[in-house]
């Protein structure tokens, strides 16, 4: 910001000897006067008088050539201070036009316009030249002191309005210095926020998820035992059965051997009344869908256990996605009975290293926002899944009401829901996005409304970092 004060003058005018006195007036001998302070000082003790520091002239004869200097000037980041301009100069531009020529090129240059006469009247001349605040007019024949004050003011001038163009420089850049740290520190702030959020959710999730698993488990527990004795009479009852209808054919055998009698009417009135025949085959078809039933019921228990994983939780294992998926299936089965039909394009797949009862929950999760994204119809929901490389992956896609693009940032923030009180919390996906991640894994979605939705996860194989 210490410059040294810009001093520099260019004259242009087509009469030699202006340039002659200019130069006296602007560019005294300085030596001499020098010396002659010097000496004064000496003789009378007094300090030396401060030295106006010197002007610096260049002279142009024309328009043309002054604004050649200029340029140079320009180019040598030496720019002048003012300019001293004739106005009348018959060969080559006018005064006004040698003006609007320097200034496309410097509009910061100080102008004095010298005249003695002008064509032009000034008003008509300043508003041409839109100069009000940088043009100062000297009338001929001029004073030596006016010509003096009036290249010391405005080198002055000048040397102040580049003071003020550094500091207002100096100034943005502080703001965009500041405006920069604000931002950053309001990003900070941001992701802190969401940092936040997102451990809080996965707070939320893990204890959902345990006392889920506790309940699942405990359930599970409760019915596995009266399930198997079940099952296992099932059992024992078909086989006795099947003996106790040997038994019956040996009997019916021998009845048809008695002699007509009391007995004989009797047993065949009570054979009559009981309808045997119906019996013997209405008994093994009882007990069969017995079993069928009892089957699907332990088929239940184990979803439940293989759900909720509460022998191993938080165990990383090798599994099977595609068992997850249908247990995870059978569990919401409930849900999606009267909403929608389930298709599966499965393709073989490896085990995953993961934590099962957390992928099941990822899948859950994606199910039922699927089935409650329906309407009043019936609706369709595709899972599929495949291999690419060393991840697997997964999609499920519905076609329900779809998501409205200014959502479709938001909802894997925690508590994002667009489902009335009660019915959603808005957890599901940003639970899943936590575990999809941890899973170092990719969730996706594209969505149209009136369309459906499809997520996307995509998991490796093979947790390395795990
Ligand atoms: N398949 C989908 N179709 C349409 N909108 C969906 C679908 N899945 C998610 N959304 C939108 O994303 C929002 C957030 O879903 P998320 O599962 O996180 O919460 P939720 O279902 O509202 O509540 P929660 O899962 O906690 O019961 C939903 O409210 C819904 O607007
Ligand atoms: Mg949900």
New binding site residues.
Partial sequence: MNQPPNRRILLIDDTPSIHEDFRKILMPPMEQNAALDEMESALFGEAAKPQAPPFELDSAYGGQEGLQLLCTAMQQARPYALAFVDMRMPQGWDGAQTMEELWKVDPDLQVVVCTAYSDYSWEELLSRLKAHDRLLILKKPFDNIEVQQMANTLAAKWDMARRARLKTGHLEQLVEQRTEALTLASQALQQEIDERKQLQSQLIQSEKLASLGQMAAGVAHEINNPVGFVTSNLGTLESDFKQLQRMLDAYQQAEAALAPGDCLEQLSALRNELDLDFLKEDIPILIRESKDGIGRVTQIVKDLKNFSRVDNDEQWQWANLQQGIDSTLNIVASELKHKADVIKHYQPLPEIECLASQINQVVM??V???A??MGPERGTITLSNGVEGDRVWLEVA?N????APH?LQK??DPF????PVG????????L?YGIVKKHHGDISVS?EVGR??T?RVVLPIRQTAA
């Fill in positions: 999760n994606l039922i926002n699927a409650q994204a519905d329900g009401c779809g998501i959502c909802i894997f994002f829901t667009t489902k019915e959603g919390t808005g957890l599901g996906l940003s899943s969505s459906g939705t997520f």
